[in-house]
């Protein structure tokens, strides 16, 4: 995956795949593989080159807060923007009776997998409706205080894969 | 010796002295707040009970719910700790009227040291030094010049009435004198309504130098050496080490010796610390005594082997102190760092969160002292210090190197901490030639950014970040998909409900 981060005010940009254990980061054409060795609720300890580096963070949204080996840096993921090859088109719907709480996006935002789209509300409970993958809203279809039927669009994403 | 003791207190210094009370198979009390109820230091004690409240004021300085505490539980004795209580003669004296010990001096040497005017006439019958300087009334202009020419330029003229700088003149030379008594005594009376002023040696370069104290009630007063606490943000200390870089062996017998004829003095028991400004050259005043346990006394136990909470408990016991003044030694060097949550960066703003990870440093010359852990809150209702880092090494530079990867095996996330602020100082120059005046982060650390500029290994590991821990758990979002349309089915999303 392309990697953005902002970093005391600058964007850098890495590529970063992992397979299993292995992973893969290129920075400025440069590749390093580094093992995964221990992974913890918030922490990571890789290893490259017989170095260990051990590291925790704390997420905010997208903003972080790093411990790297007695070091902190701040910095900011990036979410990228959604280029044109865009492959899969999906709708995002109910499956249950509920009235639209919230809409947290609008059309042209960019969203992750996982990112809170719309949140229902139904039994007591706050439902939210969840990007499946990463992609760009390309529109909403209800407002909220509307009470919504199971399987009726409500937004709609297009992915990037 | 007390069967239980109750601790007036919270945070580390509540954990540390009920760890003193378990060495001394005491059982313990712990008095919590609202805001603390899921603290770990409550744990830590054997009975823990709600003071109600959030506010200092409705918890722990609310006297009359800790008594009620204290009669329920059958506490015998309060430790008060540092702050809060601790320095409360009024207190102390309410303690004593319910047969309660109060563990700390006498209500009058409290009282005695807590008006610095009152600790300086004390100090100076008892041959100690105090800030040159002559007092302005009925002196004429003349007289006055003359005065601050024996006391030698700078010199600094205050108003007597005075606070807040007002009314305050440096003068550096003779000539600036006239002028600068008739503008201090002309603010003077303007914002006191008194020109009386007092004019009194000025020093620039200064080391805050201070000397452990304790006492027992048989009369017999012992010091446990000096510490230095030059390393002050915002008139507060953040790095302690014990010996002093600064003061020769004849000036620290002569400091101690000082210390011991002021606590002489006021018949002082129970720990206490004497505060002095370290002017080189030998000279040293008297700023000002401490009459409860000091937040930095572990420099003071590492190097002179004794632990000085649990003396303070058997010396309000009745115990008298067992060895002598020549039975004492500062054995290799130690050094504290205060953790807090602060940004160093922001003018020293108090960070409030949840820590969402902490992971003290280990190790055989290391000492933590702390009040928190993971999922600890840090609330904006008492001081943001989250530890004490003490490190002991044979000599200062084995000391500030244990330190060093101390502060770096530390790792607190989640609220922003004073830790990189902390390690720069400890590898700056000045810092490591023991050049620390109190005026030391000010000349060598403003507008400092705590920035890094990230290298390889900043870059690799916050990859790693990304890929392991960066998107909400790893945990992939569970879709259902029809046709080409991706369907989201909320019931696999049942961790993200809340009720409302």
Not at chain 2, 245 to 261: F, G, H, L, N, Y
Not at chain 2, 352 to 363: A, T
Request: negative net charge.
């Amino acid at each position: 995956m392309k990697l953005k981060i902002k970093l005391n005010n600058t964007e850098h940009e890495l590529h970063v795949t992992r397979t299993g254990e292995q992973i893969k980061v290129v920075r400025d054409g440069r590749e390093t593989v580094l093992t995964v060795r221990e992974v913890g609720e918030n922490s990571v300890t890789v290893e490259y080159g017989g170095q260990l580096l051990r590291l925790a963070g704390a997420k905010k949204g997208d903003k972080r807060q790093m411990w790297v080996n007695g070091r902190y840096v701040n910095y900011e993921r990036v979410q990228k923007r959604a280029g044109a090859n865009t492959a899969v088109a999906g709708s995002l719907s109910a499956t249950i009776p509920a009235v639209v709480s919230a809409i947290l996006v609008s059309v042209g935002d960019e969203v992750s997998a996982g990112d809170k789209l719309i949140l229902l509300e139904s039994m007591k409970m706050v439902i939210p409706i969840q990007a499946p993958e990463d992609g760009v809203v390309t529109a909403v279809k209800c407002a909220v205080g509307d009470s919504v039927q199971p399987g009726v669009p409500l937004v709609l994403v297009e992915g990037v894969n | 010796m007390f069967k239980k003791i109750l601790v007036a207190n919270r945070g580390e210094i509540a954990q540390r002295l009920f760890a003193a009370c378990q060495g001394l198979d005491v059982a313990t009390v712990a008095i919590y707040s609202e805001a603390d109820a899921d603290a770990p230091w409550v744990r830590a004690a054997d009975e823990a009970y709600p003071l109600g409240g959030v506010t200092a004021a409705e918890s722990y300085l609310n006297q009359g719910k800790i008594f009620e505490i204290v009669r329920q539980s059958g506490a015998e004795a309060i430790h008060p700790g540092y702050g809060f209580l601790s320095e409360n003669s009024a207190f102390a004296a309410n303690c004593a009227a319910r047969n309660v010990t109060f563990i700390g001096p006498s209500p009058e040497a409290m009282r005695q040291m807590g008006s610095k005017a009152n600790a300086r006439e004390i100090a100076q019958a008892a041959g100690v030094p105090i800030i040159p300087g002559v007092d302005g009334a009925g002196k004429t202009d003349a007289e006055l010049a003359e005065a601050a020419a024996e006391l030698g330029y700078p010199v600094l003229i205050k108003a007597s009435a005075g606070g807040g700088g007002k009314g305050m003149r440096v003068v550096e030379s003779g000539a600036e004198f006239k002028d600068a008594l008739n503008a201090a005594r002309n603010e003077a009376r303007n914002s006191f309504g008194d020109d009386h002023v007092i004019v009194e040696k000025y020093f620039t370069k200064i080391h805050h130098v201070e000397v452990q104290i304790l006492g027992d009630e048989h009369g017999r007063v012992l010091h446990l050496f000096e510490r230095e606490c030059s390393i002050q943000r915002r008139h507060q200390k953040i790095i302690e080490e014990s010996p002093s870089p600064t003061i020769d062996d004849e000036t620290r017998q002569k400091m101690c010796a000082s210390a011991v004829a002021l606590a002489q003095a006021v018949g002082y028991s129970s720990a206490g610390t004497v505060e002095f400004m370290y002017t080189g050259g030998g000279h040293f005043y008297l700023l000002e005594m401490n009459t409860r346990l000091q937040v930095e006394h572990p420099i003071t136990e590492a190097v002179t082997g004794l632990d000085i909470a649990q003396w303070q408990i058997r010396i309000a016991a009745g115990e008298a102190l067992p060895f002598a003044q020549e039975d004492l030694t500062q054995r290799g060097h130690a050094i504290e760092c205060r953790v807090y949550a602060e940004d160093a960066a922001m003018n020293f703003l108090p960070s409030i969160g949840e820590l969402v990870l902490v992971q003290w440093p280990e190790g055989p010359r290391v000492r933590v002292d702390t009040g928190v852990q993971t999922g600890s809150a840090v609330s904006t209702y008492y001081d943001p210090m989250l530890a004490k880092i003490i490190t002991w090494g044979e000599d200062r530079r084995a000391a500030m190197a244990a330190m060093v990867s101390a502060l770096r095996h530390t790792a607190v996330l989640g609220v922003t901490t004073n830790i990189p602020y902390l390690l720069d100082i400890l590898q700056e120059p000045h810092f490591q030639q023991g050049e620390t005046t109190t005026n030391y982060l000010a000349e060598h650390f403003a507008g400092w950014t705590g920035e890094i500029v990230p290298d390889e290994e900043i870059w690799l590991a916050l990859a790693a970040f990304e890929a392991v821990h960066g998107r909400g758990g790893g945990q992939p979002v569970a879709t259902q998909t029809v046709g080409h349309t991706a369907v989201l089915t909320p019931w696999q999303l049942v961790k993200d409900w809340r009720n409302v």
